[in-house]
Structure formats: C-alpha cells, structure tokens
C-alpha cells in the first residue's frame, strides 16, 4: 500500500481522529494509505484462504486490511497492515475489538504497491519484529512473490509453482502461492 507523508501527530492524537480510517501513524508521521485495486485485491485472497483455514482449525483470528495495530510502546506508530493473524494463546477470546488491536499478531501481511518506497517498508518490517510479531510476509503483487521474514531476519522467497506455508504458526497452512495472485496477463 502506498504512503504519503501529511503531517506529524501523536499516538493520542492520530486516535482521536474522525478520518483516521484513511491514514496511518508511522513514527510519529500522519501518512496516507493509497491501496489500488489490485493490492486490495491480492490482500482479500490472503485474508479469504487464512479465514477459511482458521475456520476449520479455530487456531485464533484473522483479520483482513485496515486494522489499525497499536503494539509499539512509546513509538508513535499505529500502522494498518493488510493481514494479519493472531493466535488464540495471544488473543483467547478471538472477538473483534473496537478501535485498535493492542495485542501482538503472531503474522503481518503488507502488500506492496508499485509506489511503495523500499526503505520505509522495510523499516516497517523491522517496527514489526521488534514488537514481537513472528512473521511477516511482504507481498509483491508484480512479481507474483511473498518474501517471508522471520523474527530471526531469516527468511525466504516463495514464487509459483510453490506452496506458501504457515509454519508453526499456522500449522497445517499451505497454499499454491499463484492463487493469492490475479492470473498472468498472456503477451
């Protein structure tokens, strides 16, 4: 998804906002969410086959774009990723909360849009894992590519004809990785 710098605010502040639907609050910056379709798109085919696998295994909640994430101490960050899950063991109820999510999600989902800057996702990432998030899968719908990064910075890339896999945090998990993708245009 792509962000526009607007202004900066404090975690208060970017909360008590009535339009706080259409930004993010990253490192004390207001910026603004610009998912396209196609990003929309492939992040709804993440959060439809994780819902329905969770569904059937009851292994915590998933929740699709736009929930705001408020699991970063004193940093004035409150991002919108695109997916994320979190396990029963973190979140026991599994009901939805009003407002922010305060507990850490064991996996994030960004999907990157062709504007997205490198540098600001990857410190996003990095936000991620130091909060104690377990996995997080950077989605590049243009290379048809999930890169997979680890709390211990290892990681993978996973490209068709493979199978993207939920790993011990989602156990059971796995998925041909080409359908979270629309289908190649034919030259």
């Known amino acids: ?3 526009a710098t607007l202004e900066r605010v404090t975690t208060a502040e970017f909360l008590a906002r009535a339009d706080q639907d259409d ?3 990253i490192d004390g910056e ?5 998912m396209g379709m196609e990003a929309a798109w492939v992040a709804t085919q993440f959060a439809t086959r994780l819902t329905n696998f969770n569904n059937e295994h009851r292994l915590g909640t998933v929740v699709g774009d736009n929930t705001p994430l408020q699991i970063f101490g004193e940093r004035q960050t409150i991002p919108r990723p695109d997916g994320l899950f979190v396990s029963v063991e973190r979140h026991p ?11 850490t999600p ?17 410190t996003k990432v990095l936000h991620y894992l130091d ?6 899968w950077v989605v590049y719908p243009e290379s048809r590519s999930v890169h997979v990064i680890r709390a211990d ?6 490209r068709p004809p493979m199978n993207l896999d939920g790993g011990n945090i989602l156990p059971g998990f796995s998925h041909p990785v080409a359908d979270f993708f629309p289908a190649p245009v034919p030259e």
């Open 93 to 103: 109820s599994r009901a939805p909360v009003v407002g922010a999510l305060r507990v």
């Open 30 to 34: 207001l910026k603004e969410r610009c």
């Open 23 to 25: 930004y993010e609050l």
């Open 153 to 158: 910075l290892t990681g993978n890339v996973i």
């Open 131 to 136: 909060a104690g998030v377990d996995m997080v």
């Open 1 to 3: 998804m792509t962000t």
């Open 106 to 122: 064991e996996l994030v989902i960004e999907v990157v849009s062709p504007s997205d800057n490198a540098a600001e996702l990857m």
